[in-house]
């Protein structure tokens, strides 16, 4: 019933910056849990960020945190991953994932673990 609608990849220099969106439509709730992963050519999809709807909880991939922010905007339903000084190996398909509820633990890292996803947002860093 969620539909999740991903935006704001592109062609960027490295050291450069992006913030993707994904516009969350459909039944959602208070508990709603979203995420993103990303998945290069040739490689397994990883995780990212995960944020709860409500509280201040985020998680992030401990090599990446210095430069990858997640932050939601619950009135217009939407999510964001805020990236700085990006590198040529950040470039991957980014994927905006969601649950019904709250996860908890190691399961809040396992792409199988997110019911709903979007088409994925293509993110290419040049030299």
């Known amino acids: 019933q969620v539909q999740l609608v991903e935006s704001g990849g592109g062609l960027v220099q490295a050291g450069g910056s992006l913030r993707l969106s994904c516009a969350a439509s459909?039944?959602?709730?208070?508990?709603?849990?979203m995420a993103w992963f990303r998945q290069a050519p040739g490689k397994e999809r990883e995780f990212v960020a995960a944020?709860?709807?409500?509280?201040?909880?985020?998680y992030y991939e401990d090599s990446r945190q210095a430069r990858f922010t997640m932050s939601r905007d619950n009135a217009k339903n939407t999510v964001y991953l805020q990236i700085t000084s990006l590198k040529p190996e950040d470039t991957a398909l980014y994927y905006c994932?969601?649950?019904?509820?709250?996860?908890?633990?190691?399961?809040?890292?396992?792409?199988?673990?997110?019911?709903?996803w979007g088409q994925g947002t293509q993110v290419t860093v040049s030299s």
């Open positions: 944020i709860r709807w409500s509280g201040g909880n985020t």
């Open positions: 994932a969601g649950i019904d509820y709250y996860c908890s633990g190691s399961g809040c890292y396992r792409a199988g673990t997110y019911s709903y």
């Open positions: 459909g039944r959602t709730f208070s508990s709603y849990t």
